[in-house]
Each structure stands twice: as structure tokens, then as C-alpha cells.
């Protein structure tokens, strides 16, 4: 709803954040790396050949190495059918992205952390 405070509400907010990133830096196990659109995550799924079962995700024998727990708690969360997926595509994006494409959905993840960072659907 607009009433006509934004300028006096949002500009004292959006500084304050802003002094606070400048000091402090990025909070802890927030991603800041490079973070693709969804075309560009669609093109590197499909220009990757590497395809990994659900069990190899979870167990960190996949190519591209992803902290998993959580974030395999997540995606069954979010697609149900995950698990019965036969082969999951996996591509790098840069250096500190991992993408993963299910039936359903293209997940971004930040490759040291495990953490899912963006979901796309496809």
C-alpha cells in the first residue's frame, strides 16, 4: 500500500542497511557469488553432460562436491519426486556455484556451503 511516507519510512531503512554492509561485510552463510538468471542456468544444464543419481548426490560422490544434508532435506521437500528421479543434471557456474536440474525445478547452490541459494522452475 502506498500512502505517501515511503520517502521518509524506506530511506532511513535502506541507509541504515547500507552503513551496516559497508561496516560489517555480508552476514555470515548469506551467498554473495556469482548468481545466474535462469537462461543462463538453463544453458549450463544443457550444455553439461554430467548426470549423477540421487544416491551419489547424497553421498558426496558426485563430480562437483556440494555439502548435502540440508539441502537434500530441501529439494524433497520441494519436489517430492527427487528421489525417484533417475539422474540429476549437475553444472558449474563460475567458481562457487554448483546448478542442479530436477524434473521440476533448476537449484542454485553455493558449492562450499551446501546452501540453496535460488530455485528456478524449468
Sequence with gaps: M??????????PNNSAIRIMASLFGPM?????????????????????????SPEEFQTGKSPYSVPTPLVFDEFYREDSRFLMD??????????????????????????????LYARYEK
Design 2 to 11: 502506498v500512502d505517501g511516507s515511503e520517502a521518509f519510512r524506506e530511506r
Design 28 to 52: 555470515r552463510g548469506t551467498y554473495h557469488g556469482p548468481y545466474p538468471t535462469r537462461e543462463e542456468a538453463l544453458a549450463s544444464l544443457e550444455g553439461s553432460d554430467v548426470r549423477v
Design 86 to 115: 533417475s539422474r540429476i543434471q549437475m553444472a558449474p557456474y563460475r567458481e562457487s556455484t554448483v546448478i542442479l536440474g530436477t524434473r521440476k525445478y533448476v537449484h542454485l547452490l553455493d558449492r562450499f556451503t551446501g546452501k
